[in-house]
């Protein structure tokens, strides 16, 4: 069974800069690509950025410039740094793997989420 563990997170101010982690236990394919989410308060849980088996990666337009996915190989970890970071960038953050690049749909359970605040 795949559990997936996210890290980094914490309380930044604006324009701060902050680099999440995911991992994986368990088998998962290497194939796969691997999806970070995002849940406001209120609000659904929504995909800002994929990054493919490949290192191939895409982004919701609120995020693009400022966010980052990468990963050292096909499989663990995959890391998003968050530069610039705004207010409205506050959420629980999430990842997941994906079973094509182009995919929003979440493959696994989810994990814990890790919270992000930006504030001053």
């Known amino acids: 069974q795949v559990q997936l563990v996210e890290s980094g997170g914490g309380l930044v101010q604006p324009g701060g800069s902050l680099r999440l982690s995911c991992a994986a236990s368990?088998?998962?394919?290497?194939?796969?690509?691997r999806g970070w989410y995002r849940q406001a308060p209120g609000r659904q849980r929504e995909l800002v950025g994929v990054i493919s088996s490949g290192g191939i990666t895409r982004y919701t337009n609120s995020v693009k410039g400022r966010f980052t996915n990468s990963r050292h190989n096909a499989r663990n970890p995959v890391y998003l740094q968050r530069n610039s970071l705004k207010p409205e960038d506050t959420a629980v953050y999430y990842c997941?793997?994906?079973?094509?690049?182009?995919?929003?749909?979440?493959?696994?359970?989810w994990g814990q989420g890790t919270q992000v605040t930006v504030s001053s």
């Open positions: 997941n793997a994906l079973r094509t690049f182009y995919s929003s749909s979440p493959v696994v359970d």
């Open positions: 368990g088998s998962i394919f290497s194939t796969y690509a």
